[in-house]
């Protein structure tokens, strides 16, 4: 079945302690990103990434780090993860045309940071 | 950057019932898309209709583009209460490298 997936689904942290969140994707799309969701401000994208060993930043990577080593894996890295970090992120992919095509999301990862 | 603008915020309606909802946007595009959102999941993608386009359907769904007004509008026909989400618009810029969702319209469909 062709599908993006995170982990974990559910994370509760404490300030400063390193993260990874995983995204992976099994349909060999080119274009991967993240966004994070917050109430009254929508989604907002974090980093993206056009193609392996190419990342850019989105409208929000403050304190977030990415990597792009293989087509199918985009891991969202926070080194010391503070409360204002806590949101709602989803991965995303897509296939034809890049950021300008359909986009297929993860089942999203819910983050606290206490 | 916040580029597209839904309208309005919440819409409750009964079941078979049309449900209209419309999204203004700031720049030029290159095609402008619709999400759906099932509570804290994640995004679906409804439809994409490019800038020289005007109107398209999908099944229940009808969107418009009006370039000149910079504006788009999802009609949902005989609404189900399975259409109970978030809609979001979605706007792909001409030189753009992200996609640059509006806030969305939270849809509730009552039986």
């Known amino acids: 079945e062709a599908q993006v997936t995170q982990n974990p689904r559910y994370l509760i942290t404490v300030t400063g302690k390193k993260l990874t969140v995983t995204c992976s994707q099994n349909?060999?799309?080119?274009?991967m990103s993240w966004y994070r969701q917050d109430p009254g401000l929508g989604l907002r994208q974090i980093y993206y990434s056009m193609n392996v060993e190419v990342t850019d930043k989105g409208d929000v990577p403050e304190g977030y780090k990415v990597s792009r080593k293989e087509k199918r894996n985009f891991p969202l890295i926070l080194e010391s993860p503070s409360p204002n970090q806590t949101s709602l992120y989803f991965c995303?992919?897509?296939?034809?045309?890049?950021?300008?095509?359909?986009?297929?999301f993860g089942p999203g990862t819910r983050l606290t940071v206490t | 950057s916040q580029q597209g603008e839904e309208d309005p915020q919440a819409l409750s309606i009964q079941e078979g019932e049309n449900a209209t909802m419309n999204c203004s946007y700031k720049?030029?595009?290159?095609?402008l898309q619709w999400y759906r959102q099932n509570s804290g999941r994640g995004l679906v993608h409804l439809i994409l209709?490019?800038?020289?386009?005007r109107e398209k359907h999908s099944g229940r769904l009808r969107v418009t583009l009006d370039t000149s007004k910079k504006s788009s509008s999802l009609l949902i026909t005989a609404s189900r209460a399975a259409d109970t989400a978030s809609y979001f618009c979605a706007t792909a810029q001409r030189a753009g490298t992200a996609l640059i969702f509006g806030k969305g319209t939270t849809l509730s469909v009552s039986s």
């Open positions: 995303a992919s897509s296939l034809s045309n890049g950021p300008k095509g359909e986009q297929y």
């Open positions: 349909m060999n799309h080119e274009y």
């Open positions: 209709i490019r800038s020289n386009e």
């Open positions: 720049t030029s595009i290159n095609n």
